[in-house]
């Protein structure tokens, strides 16, 4: 696996893994993911394209910035910014869920954004949990220390009862995986924030003004979004929809293989460029991805 580089963007810096070479694909996880989404992915895909798998500001390893706002308008702002420094030019998005959702606002922002593979996509339908809405939720101290002492059993919890479909046992690795960066209680308390901020219905101020190529790859058995939500919104896009049997709201871990066939299946007919990895360098020991 390639090492990780940090780009620095205004607000702070954004951990990356780049892999492969090729187009540039850009591979972005879900509100309270981190960029290990990508891993079995972008292995397969790095024989075809540069894989850009980042973590979003306040998770994995990227920093806590200053100013703790996640609106959907933030993070889109934050991903575009990215993209400006890395010199990523014509690409392909991949979103997974709130992934999906920036995506989307990347098209709308972004001329740059060439197509779209949107898995267990976020939609302005989708419901937003009522505890997100309890007074002094975003900032209690006391619900940011049990997230981060429990966060193997509250991982465990939601990814057998509300993420995956009956095709992936929940493993300790998995649990792993999308529970590790929470041991911080920096870390907890700023996704308290994350999902705080998160509001589905924002997208549809966000959505592409103009037609771009686009995927739902949507699972059979997602709790999260539901599957008349995410085909309302391939056709309110223009998009191809793909519904993958046995499969939860976890598409990347559970169909790594159909959501590469799904890449390849957009990006084929688009003619990207490849991405010129000399425009970009590994400070030796910062391990920061600098534009020369």
């Keep these: 696996m390639k090492p990780v ?15 492969g070479s090729g187009p540039a694909v850009l591979c972005l996880h879900g509100v309270s993911a981190n960029r290990a989404t990508w891993d079995a992915i972008g292995r397969r895909l790095a024989t075809r394209f540069t894989v850009f798998a980042p973590d979003l500001l ?14 959907l308008e933030d993070e889109v702002r934050r991903a575009a910014d990215l993209v400006h420094r890395a010199g990523i030019e014509r690409s392909l998005l991949v979103g997974h869920s709130h992934g999906a959702a920036i995506a989307l606002g990347l098209a709308r922002k972004l001329s740059s954004v060439a197509g779209l593979v949107l ?13 997100l809405s309890l ?6 101290r006391l619900a940011a220390a049990a997230l981060s002492r429990f966060r193997k059993p509250v991982t465990r919890y939601i990814l057998e009862r509300r993420v995956l479909g009956p095709a992936v046992d929940v493993d300790p690795d998995l649990v792993e995986k999308y ?5 911080s209680e920096g870390r907890a308390r700023a ?8 509001h589905p219905d924002e997208l549809l101020s966000w959505l592409p003004v103009a037609r771009v190529p686009t995927l739902v790859l949507a699972g059979a058995y997602d709790r999260r979004m539901k599957i008349a939500d995410t085909a309302r919104l391939a056709d309110l896009l223009g998009a191809s929809y793909v519904v993958a049997a046995r499969a939860g709201h976890a598409v990347p ?7 590469c066939e799904a890449v390849r299946e957009v990006a084929e007919p688009l003619g990207l460029p490849s991405y010129d990895l000399t425009k970009c360098r590994v400070e030796p020991n910062t391990g920061r991805l600098n534009r020369e």
């Design 5 to 19: 580089c940090r780009i620095r963007i205004a607000e702070g810096e954004i951990a990356v893994r780049v892999m």
């Design 58 to 71: 306040g998770r994995g390893d990227s920093d806590l910035p200053a100013i703790e706002s996640y609106r």
């Design 119 to 131: 898995l267990n996509p976020v939609t302005p339908w989708s419901r937003r949990p009522p505890i």
């Design 135 to 140: 007074p002094g939720f975003r900032r209690s």
């Design 179 to 183: 529970s590790a960066p929470y041991a």
């Design 191 to 198: 996704l308290l924030a994350i999902v705080t901020d998160w």
């Design 253 to 259: 871990d559970e169909r790594p293989d159909l959501v």
